[in-house]
């Protein structure tokens, strides 16, 4: 049978624990989620030999399956995953809920993301009801009279430990900062580098979240005044500790959305200004980025980017931004390269960025011919390596 269990912090703990103390029960299961690198540590292919998973993330726990055959990775985006799912054969659909009100409606808590579409598919569905996960404000409620069965057990919900970050990161947060205007809608994702950014958007006024996902690193913007208002947080995750938590139930500034909301890039184009900030790990000069192949080697999947990007873009006053340090290796290699190499993929193709950002500059490639836009570029690498990069880009200039 095909089993979709709910990932990042809906992911049932307690139901994991379970299949890892009775691994037998994995036998002949094929598996299916978003699991998110960094996030969610265990790769339920590893229960049984007889085990499979269909995934949409690799991580260094998906690797050996997906060698030997028993991983189906999918080359999907957030919204591709979400599409995925909405035309799977699911036998079974286990989701993590708030324990129900007195009309019996069910909270998906803090992870609204996928679970909406897996429970429309499933032939048979399971809550597992949980007095730790807190009823939050949403689009999507579950009503216990769908439920073939429940599992009433009190467990931990998945914790995300709080973002530090460093000099390094806090000189490109603030360069990214300045191209965020007040009364933005802003969307971020999770790492160093957006707890850096948030950090230095604190002096800004009339921003509004609208995102994936959201870590505690949020709520200094909220509770000095940056964001403020009702919904002003839109998001399908929340990320953090059991306080952050009972925070986001609480606070009307929170609202979550399922993937089809917040991924879709027509609503997102119809938010004005909305600004799309993203991690890049490779910019070239022709302006293709890599935010997801280190060294020849896929670490991960493109997630929300690529909608969040597109719906900026039609965004009136949007921006579609990619950051990243300008270097890596303690300065020896160049994170600004001349050409992606040929272990590198294409997350977003050369025409998507509108605004590359290091720690030394914004380059603006609106408008910008190819030869201004490798200017721009080389203009915000690392000092020690743009004499080269224009060297090489002389070179490639007389190749086309």
Not at 120 to 145: E, F, Q, Y
Not at 258 to 285: M, Y
Not at 334 to 346: C, D, N, Q, T, W
Request: net charge negative.
């Amino acid at each position: 049978m095909t089993v979709f269990l709910g990932g990042v912090s809906g992911e049932s703990l307690a139901v994991r624990d379970a299949l890892r103390a009775m691994p037998e029960k994995a036998a002949g299961v094929r598996f299916v989620g978003v699991f998110f690198p960094g996030i969610n540590d265990g790769a339920y292919v590893s229960l049984h030999p007889q085990a499979r998973q269909r995934a949409y993330f690799m991580s260094p726990a998906f690797r050996p399956g997906f060698q030997s055959g028993r991983v189906e990775l999918l080359p999907a985006d957030y919204l591709g995953a979400w599409q995925d799912l909405a035309q799977l054969d699911i036998d079974v659909a286990v989701v993590q809920t708030s324990e129900p009100d007195a009309g019996g409606w069910l909270s998906l808590g803090v992870c609204h993301d996928f679970a909406p579409v897996a429970w429309g598919r499933a032939k048979r569905k399971v809550a597992h009801i949980n007095p730790s996960m807190p009823r939050t404000r949403g689009s999507v409620s579950l009503h216990i009279s769908e439920c073939e069965a429940v599992i009433e057990h009190a467990a931990d919900l998945l914790s995300y430990p709080a973002e530090s970050t460093n000099e390094q990161f806090a000189l490109l947060a603030r360069q990214v900062a300045s191209v965020v205007r007040d009364g933005d809608t802003v969307q971020v994702g999770i790492g160093k580098m957006v707890a850096a950014v948030l950090a230095t958007l604190r002096g800004h006024r009339g921003l509004r979240l609208h995102a994936g996902m959201a870590t505690a690193s949020i709520v200094p913007l909220i509770d000095e005044g940056a964001i403020r208002g009702r919904d002003a947080v839109t998001v399908g995750v929340a990320l953090g500790d059991a306080e952050y938590y009972q925070r986001v139930a609480r606070d009307e500034t929170f609202r979550f959305a399922p993937v089809c909301e917040t991924h879709d890039p027509r609503k997102i184009g119809a938010i004005d200004n909305f600004v799309a900030i993203n991690a890049a790990l490779e910019v070239d000069l022709f302006g293709q980025v890599n935010c997801d192949t280190l060294n020849g080697q896929l670490v991960a999947g493109v997630g929300g980017m690529p909608a969040f990007a597109a719906g900026a873009r039609l965004s009136p006053g949007g921006r579609a931004v990619f950051a990243l340090l300008s270097s890596a290796s303690g300065g020896a290699l160049s994170r600004i390269v001349p050409r992606l190499g040929e272990g590198a993929l294409v997350g977003a193709p050369r025409h998507v960025a509108d605004l590359v950002v290091t720690e030394h500059g914004v380059a603006d490639l609106r408008g910008a011919s190819l030869v201004q836009r490798a200017e721009r570029l080389i203009a915000i690498s690392a000092p020690d390596h743009r004499g080269a990069l224009a060297a090489r880009w002389d070179d490639l200039c007389a190749s086309l």
